[in-house]
């Protein structure tokens, strides 16, 4: 049962990219299977740093085979132009290293520009999306008026099918948003480009990857945002539109439930946000400029892909029970430990309060979190700088009280710890 998942625990840029950075090493696929481009890692090979929004990490390692499945939706423009900038990098980017669902869906002008006039509307009860057009692509998708991935092999026919797409999306764009139409002749133009240059790329995902898992190979899936972003499970309705939780790396590669080994949950040491929605354990003022940093190094809480300022505040564990109970995650990664230095004490949110009560868990899923105040456990802090620490031995007694506090509340192990931004700054728990 060689597949293992990697899921983001919060609200997405839990570091993700690092865990499956460490772990392609020995998977020979590396698949995502949900979201677009509105997730975004950093990956630093040697002295190159690579931004990607959606071609998955396993491609910088020459071994494994990157993979899109179904469950995403795919900017055929943003894809073309990472594979440009890793093929400029020198990173092999044949179709046999890349294999792209033909059940994936398309993101068109259409979509971008449907998302703006969205949000704009929406007004001060904006979501604080990414502008990527994902929900609108997913709209597409549930409708039934989607394209696919396929729709691509027959260039007549789809330059047909885009042209009919973006003239159906201006009537809402100019008749509901009252802006500008798309020129629907010149995207079927571009896409019937994009088409010609990624057709070699599309493949039955879902069958390459059951006949590997069967054969015994491993496959690495790539959650993208976060289990509070989950558009059933998550903090409705500030979401994002697909299912980045556990079941749905099965729905978005195709995948029987049976090959799953370890579902792997990563949390940050703290909390962050990035858009609008409840967070009970907000913070403002000194100790929020302490975990978002100043914005200066890359690993400062501002997000990869859009550059705003994320929310942050203290560890909900509250939430993150819920999220090792939606997930199944047998095990936890516990990232920017270090950022906790400095601060004592330090504050986790173990229960809530509503009217008067308080409640170990929620009742009805983090839906309306806006309700609850949380309850917190003080904990003592440290003062060391922890960044060369690589073994448990090595943290500083506060700090290993922290990370037994999370195995105590959330009732798995933690396996590894991030304390610092380099590839080699962890502490791996036996
Ligand atoms: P959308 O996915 O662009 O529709 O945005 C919906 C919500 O999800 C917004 O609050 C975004 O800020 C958030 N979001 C989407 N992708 C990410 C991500 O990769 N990291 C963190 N937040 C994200």
Redesign the pocket.
């Known amino acids: 049962m060689p597949l293992d998942i990697v899921i983001?625990t919060q609200?997405?840029?839990e570091g993700k990219g690092r865990v499956v950075d460490l772990l392609a090493g020995s998977a020979d696929f590396v698949a995502r299977y949900n979201?677009?481009d509105?997730?975004?890692h950093t990956v630093t090979v040697g002295d190159r740093i690579f931004k990607l929004h959606l071609v998955p990490s396993g491609i910088l390692h020459p071994h494994s085979v990157a993979v899109i499945g179904n469950g995403l939706v795919v900017n055929p423009a943003v894809l073309l132009e990472e594979l440009e900038t890793l093929n400029n990098a020198g990173v092999d980017v044949s179709p046999d290293r890349l294999r792209l669902s033909y059940a994936a869906h398309l993101i068109t002008p259409a979509h971008l520009a449907l998302?703006r006039a969205q949000e704009l509307a929406r007004g001060k009860s904006n979501?604080?999306?990414?502008?990527?057009g994902?929900?609108p692509a997913y709209v597409s998708k549930a409708s039934r008026q989607g394209l696919r991935m396929e729709a691509m092999l027959d260039v007549d026919t789809f330059a047909d099918a885009i042209r009919a797409h973006i003239e159906d999306a201006n009537r809402m764009l100019t008749g509901i948003f009252h802006v500008e139409p798309l020129d629907a002749r010149a995207v079927a133009n571009q896409f019937v480009d994009y088409a010609r240059r990624l057709t070699p790329y599309i493949a039955d995902v879902a069958a390459v990857l059951s006949d590997a898992l069967a054969a015994g190979r491993r496959v690495l899936a790539e959650g993208?945002?976060?289990t509070l972003?989950d558009l059933d499970h998550g903090t409705y309705p500030?979401?994002?539109?697909?299912s980045p939780v556990a079941g749905g790396a099965l729905i978005g590669l195709g995948l029987g439930i049976g090959f799953v080994e370890r579902v792997i949950g990563v949390t940050k040491a703290f909390q962050t946000?990035?858009?609008?929605?409840p967070f009970p354990t907000e913070l403002d003022g000194e100790t929020a400029l302490h975990l978002r940093g100043s914005g200066s190094q890359p690993w400062d809480e501002y997000?990869?892909?859009?550059g705003?300022p994320r929310r942050v505040g203290w560890l909900d564990l509250v939430l993150l029970r819920y999220a090792v109970r939606v997930n199944g995650l047998t095990e936890l990664v516990v990232s920017k430990l270090d950022i906790l230095s400095g601060l004592d004490p330090l504050f986790v949110c173990s229960a809530y309060r509503m009217d008067g009560k308080t409640i170990p868990d929620l009742p009805f899923g983090p839906g309306n979190l806006a309700r609850f105040e949380p309850v917190y456990t003080q904990l003592p802090g440290w003062r060391e700088d922890i960044q060369s620490a690589r073994r448990w031995e090595d943290l500083p007694a506060a700090a290993r009280s922290y990370i037994l506090t999370i195995e105590e509340q959330c009732g798995v192990p933690v396996r590894l710890i991030s304390v610092g931004p380099e590839r080699d700054q962890i502490v791996v728990i036996d």
């Open positions: 983001g609200w997405g840029d979201g677009g509105n997730a975004g998302d979501i604080g999306t990414t502008l990527r994902i929900g993208a945002q976060g972003l500030f979401v994002t539109s697909s946000r990035v858009g609008s929605g997000g990869t892909t859009t705003r």
